[in-house]
């Protein structure tokens, strides 16, 4: 599978933005996909995951503000009352059965 991020940008704190994964190959469905993000020194970090039964996992840092969801052939992440801290570069990532796939990565700067 094939996975491509969009929705990124500059968006003011306490803002919004939802971001898409968009997957194209077979079986989708079956894989649990993961947002990721890294900012600028920093480690990449799990921010939110969904498996292909729709259990949903949430960093501490993100409870509460991003919601994560999916379609058959979509994630999103959508992300509310963002802060400073939450600039990144965001990435999905679709697992299943050892095989992992990444995206190229969107941009999310959150600044006033």
């Known amino acids: 599978v094939q996975l491509a991020e969009s929705g990124g940008g500059l968006v003011q704190p306490g803002g919004s933005l939802r971001l898409t994964c968009a997957a194209t190959?077979?079986?989708?469905?079956?894989?649990?996909v993961k947002w990721f993000r890294q900012a600028p020194g920093n480690q990449r970090e799990l921010v939110a995951s969904i498996s292909r039964l729709g259990s949903i996992t949430y960093a501490d840092s993100v409870k509460g503000r991003f919601t994560i969801s999916r379609d058959s052939a979509n994630v999103y992440l959508q992300m509310n009352s963002l802060k400073p801290e939450d600039t990144a570069v965001y990435y999905c990532?679709?697992?299943?059965?050892?095989?992992?796939?990444w995206g190229q990565g969107t941009q999310v700067t959150v600044s006033s």
């Open positions: 190959g077979k079986w989708f469905n079956v894989y649990t």
């Open positions: 990532n679709a697992v299943a059965s050892g095989a992992s796939s």
